[in-house]
């Protein structure tokens, strides 16, 4: 073809698409420093903030001070439960998230504290400390070391271990949704952030000229352009910048689309891949002109492409989904065109982007203790139990309402994980641990180790709707297979 008979290619509009999915990051350094791009715009979106909030009780203590660091390292979004603000900004920084209620208190448990979140992970206790008091190097966290003699201060452990868990996970069982189905992107409440994830990628990249755009009309995301074959083009597209860390959908079977279309035939894109212009996962599915339809995309029905060829691959890696895109194209697959396509203007409206057929996960994590069921238990020799066993009826029948406590969760008809460790000590972690069910072990386990069992369980459908017993061995475990061990559980009946 001559140039004469080109039509104008933009070359802007060339540099604006690869710079804002960032495909030159020097040009983007350079746009940085010349046009002081607000700072949003730069940021990769995080996958993991996709998926809701965990919310996590107790944030202040032992336990869940490192619950919160840890989420915050894997990049969850996280909101701490908290009683006393100053202090638990002291604990755990200026960065995180607050809200102040009380368990024992069902009336500050509020939606707001609840909105938005995918699970909670409660690691509340009532105050025991050493009889003559908890300074520095008495502390009860050392307790699991050396022993002192402790008593319940403040609130009674019926109040905390059990009323004030009760009140939590019901609370919360109002606002969980439900774990088989995974909301990544909805569009009928877009936020900003969601707005700077998406931008037009048209086929403007390879010399053609269609343009397309994607609106936040504040009910639906809207797809429309107009597609031309002009310049040996014929495509236009929206994709996502590459999120990182990356989305983890492991689990679900497939993604499920709302739309309404113009009786067009689009294509779904995934990329596990980060790089620009590598192989993507492609469905292509066909809309209903006006009429709001579901799509249900399974990862086994992914193609994997490269411009527009098919390619060999393993399939799609989801567990590391870092972008998804939608296209209108002239062509199918391996040269073969869409039998639906034709140049013009095209609108496809969407609602929604959800994962579907997921695993049950744990939405609520407790951590309560070794020992729970052993004060009357038959054939206890107290001689060799831990002092909260043999020191039961003094601490309030601390170990029975932390029983009741669990019971709660188990009827709460949430889906639970129930940890129940040995003593917990301020000790160094990553040892490798044993699980074990029926509440036989004694032992010892860091507080750092419990924290990531806590992070575990919302990720392995094994851990889901359990209870168990940790401890550490004095091995150092360099790495766990966490699916492993959560499968040599039981779920409880
Ligand atoms: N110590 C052991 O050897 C051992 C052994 C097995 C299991 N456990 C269990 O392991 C879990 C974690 O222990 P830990 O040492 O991390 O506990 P911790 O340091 O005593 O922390 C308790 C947390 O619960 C919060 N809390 C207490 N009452 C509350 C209420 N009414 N509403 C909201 N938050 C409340 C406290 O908040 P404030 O900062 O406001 O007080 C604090 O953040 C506990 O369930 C404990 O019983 C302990």
Known sequence: MSNKNRNQWDLSRFIETLSYFEVFPLLNWVQDLFQGRPKNSQNKPNGAKQMGVVLVAGATGGVGKRVVRRLNQLGYRVRCLVRDIDKARTILGNEVDLVVGDITKPETLTSLVMANIQAVICCTAVRVQPVEGDTPDRAKYNQ????????????TPENVEYKGVKNLV??????????????????????????????????VVMGGVSQSNIIFTGETALFTGNVSTENSGG??????KNFDPAINLSGYEGIELRVKGD?????LFLRSDSAWDGVGYSYSFDTVDGAWINIRVPF??????????????????????RSFQLMLSKFEYDGNLNPYFSPGSFSLQVESIKAYGGNELSAFVLVSSAGVTRPGRPGIN???????????????????????????VRRSGVNYTIIRPCALTEELGAKQLVFEQGDNIRGKVSRDDVAEVCVQALQSDKACNVTFEVKATENKADFIDWQKLFASLQKDN
């Not at 009786?263 to 294509?267: L, N, Q, T």
């Open 235 to 240: 495509f236009a597209s929206v994709r996502t």
């Open 382 to 408: 107290l001689e060799e139990e831990p002092p909260a066993v043999r020191l039961n009826d003094q601490l309030g029948g601390i170990l029975t309402w932390k029983l009741k406590g669990e019971d709660s």
């Open 263 to 267: 009786g067009k035939r689009y294509k």
């Open 170 to 203: 019901e609370a919360a069982a109002k606002s969980l949704p439900k774990r088989d189905a995974k909301i990544i992107f909805d569009f009928t409440q877009p936020s900003e952030d969601l707005k700077n994830v998406w931008g037009a990628l048209d086929d």
């Open 144 to 155: 699991g070391i050396k022993f002192y003699q402790p008593e319940i201060v403040g609130d």
């Open 300 to 321: 086994s029905e992914l193609i994997p492409v490269f411009r527009a060829k098919i390619v060999q691959r393993p399939p799609v890696d989801t567990a590391q989904i």
